[in-house]
C-alpha cells in the first residue's frame, strides 16, 4: 500500500437521533484502487457515502483527502477536489432532454478550472460522454427526455455526469441496483476503463457476484461498524459476515 | 365536409431544426415564421404607445410594471424560488427612490438607477438568510417580510410614516415615462429569456428541478440563487422607483399584497417558465379589471370568476396554448 492513502477514514460516528447510523468507522483506500463496499440493508453504507461526499456531517471523527481534513465541508467543495458519486435513487432532471442533463456538471468550476475556462462546445462533449456509456449515437437516445428513459439509461446517465466531473476518485451506490444482468454486463466495462485511466473507485453494492469480479479489496459493514476488510474471498468465508447477511444461531 | 372519408392530421414542426442554422434565411416566409413571434411585442407595444388614449397611456404604465414584476416572480420560480412576496421588491425599489429624491434631492435619472441596484441588494440581503429554505417555508418568509416593514414604517414613523412622502419630482414629460418601461420591459423579456435558456440559465433551472444533483455537480447552488435573487429583486426595485416618479409619491401601499399577488396570477393565466407568458398574463389580466371597473364591487367576483375558468380551461397558460398552436400544422387528409 502506497505510503499516504488517497482517502482516509478514521474514527468516523453519525448518529441520527438515538440510531447509530455509523460507529467507528476506519477505512483508507490507496489512488487506483477499486474498493468494493458491502452490508446488509441499513448497514451504514450509503450514510457513509453521504458522510464522504458532504451531503451530511459526521458526529465525530475525521475525514482526509490526499492528507486535507475534509470533515464537514459542504458538497460542492468536496466535488471540485475530485471526489464525484452517483445517487442510489438517480437524480436526473427529468424535465430535461439527456444530453442538456450533462451540461450541470460540464459547467461546474472544477470542468473549468481543468480545461482552462474552454469548454469546447459542451452539447457536443455531452454527446459524446454519453456515447462512452452506451447512449447510442445512431438511436438518438440522448435527445429523449430523461422522464421517458428506462431505468438502466437513467443510471448511465448518472454514471456520465460523474465522469464528466473528470473526478479522481468515483463513488458508485449501488449502480447495479435494479439492472438486468444484461445491462449489468454493459456496464463492468465501463468501469474497468475508468480504472485504467488510474481512477480510484469506490463501489457499494448488493450484487456481489459482479462486484468480486472486478473488485481489488472489500469491506463489509453491519450496524454502522466495519466487520471485515480484505480480499472478497477473505470477506465472504469470515463467520460475522456471515452472520451479518444471514444471522447467527 | 365528409367526415367518413378525411380525418385531421397535426404535425409539429421540429423547431429546433428549423431555427438554428442559417437555413432560416433561405426564404422569407421561413424569416417571418421565426421573427413573427419576437416582433409582435416590439411593434405591438409602439403602435399601442401612440394610439392609446391619455387615460389607457396609464393603464399600459401600470401594465406595464405589473409585467416586470411577474417576470421578475417567473425568474425566481424557474429557480426553485416560489415568492409570495414581490411587494418587497417593489416597495424597497419605490423607498429607496422616494429617499434619495426628497432627502437628497436627486433627479428621477439618479435615483431609478440606484434605486434599481441598491433595492436589489438589500432585498438579495433580507432573502440570503433563508435561502436554505425550499417551497412553501420559502414562500412563507417573503409573504412575511413586506407586511413587517410596513409595519416598521408605521411604527417608527420614518421615511414619512403613514402619510408617505409626496411631492416628488416627476419624469420630465408622459412620453419619457411611457417609451423608458416599455424600453425597459424589453429589455427585461428579450435579455433574460436569453439567459435562462443559456448553460447559466439551465443550472437555474436545474436547481428547482433537484437541488441536490445541481450540487452533486460541484456547483454552490446557494451562490446561484442569490444571483437570481439579485436579478429577480432588482427588476422589482425599478418597477418601484419607477412608479414612484409616475405618482410623485411614496407611501405604505407600495408593499400592498396587490403587487404581490397579481405577478402570480398573471404567470399562471399566460403560462410559467417562458417570461413571455408572464408578461402577456399581466396585459391580459390589468386591463381586464380596468374594464370590470364600471360594475362597481362586483368588478372583483367577475376578476375571481375569469381566473378560476381560465386555469380550468387552459391549464397550461395563454402562451403555451398559442406557442404549441403556432408550431402546428393541421390538415384534413383524405383516408383510404
Known sequence: ?249 | MDNEKKRKERIDRGIKVRSSDVFALTSWREMLYLSAPRLLPVVGLLILSIVLSHYWQRVLLSVSVFALLAISWDILAQSGMVSLGQALFFGTGAYFAGNMNHYLGWPPSVTIPLATIFGGLLCTLFLVPVLRLRGIYFSMVTLVLPLMLVRIIEATRIFGGTEGLSGLSPLPNRWVELYLIIAVLLAALFGFRRLMNSDYGLVLKGINDNDRSVMNAGINIYWFKTQALFIASAIGAFAGAFMTHVYMFVGMPVFALDYSILPIAAAVVGGMGTLAGSMLGAFVLVPLSEILRPLGGLRIVFYGLFLVVFTVAVPEGIFHYIQRKYHQFERWVEVE
Open chain 1, 1 to 249: 500500500m502506497s505510503p499516504s492513502p488517497l482517502l482516509k477514514v478514521s474514527g468516523l460516528y453519525k448518529n441520527f437521533g438515538g440510531v447509530q447510523a455509523i460507529h467507528n468507522l476506519n477505512f483508507e483506500i490507496a489512488e487506483g484502487e477499486l474498493l468494493g463496499m458491502i452490508g446488509p440493508n441499513g448497514s451504514g453504507k450509503t450514510t457513509a457515502v453521504n458522510l464522504i461526499t458532504g451531503f451530511v456531517k459526521p458526529t465525530e471523527g475525521e475525514i482526509g483527502y490526499r492528507g486535507k481534513n475534509i470533515t464537514g465541508w459542504p458538497p460542492y467543495k468536496i466535488v471540485r477536489l475530485g471526489i464525484a458519486r452517483t445517487f442510489q435513487m438517480v437524480k436526473p432532471f427529468y424535465q430535461l432532454p439527456a444530453y442538456k442533463n450533462m451540461i450541470i456538471p460540464l459547467y461546474s468550476p472544477r470542468v473549468k478550472k481543468i480545461t482552462g475556462g474552454k469548454y469546447g462546445d459542451r452539447n457536443a462533449v455531452a454527446l459524446d460522454l454519453l456515447e462512452e456509456v452506451g447512449f447510442e449515437r445512431d438511436a438518438f437516445v440522448a435527445y429523449k427526455a430523461a422522464s421517458v428513459l428506462p431505468q438502466g439509461y437513467l443510471k448511465r446517465l448518472e454514471l456520465a455526469k460523474a465522469i464528466a466531473l473528470q473526478p479522481d476518485l468515483i463513488i458508485l451506490d449501488e449502480l447495479f441496483s435494479g439492472l438486468s444482468l444484461a445491462e449489468v454486463a454493459s456496464i463492468v466495462p465501463i468501469i474497468e476503463k475508468l480504472r485504467q485511466q488510474g481512477k480510484t473507485i469506490i463501489m457499494i453494492e448488493h450484487r456481489l457476484k459482479e462486484l468480486f469480479r472486478i473488485a481489488d479489496r472489500v469491506i463489509a459493514l453491519n450496524y454502522g461498524q466495519k466487520i471485515a476488510d480484505g480480499q472478497a474471498a477473505d470477506v465472504m468465508d469470515s463467520q460475522d459476515v456471515k452472520n451479518a447477511y444471514l444471522g447467527s444461531e
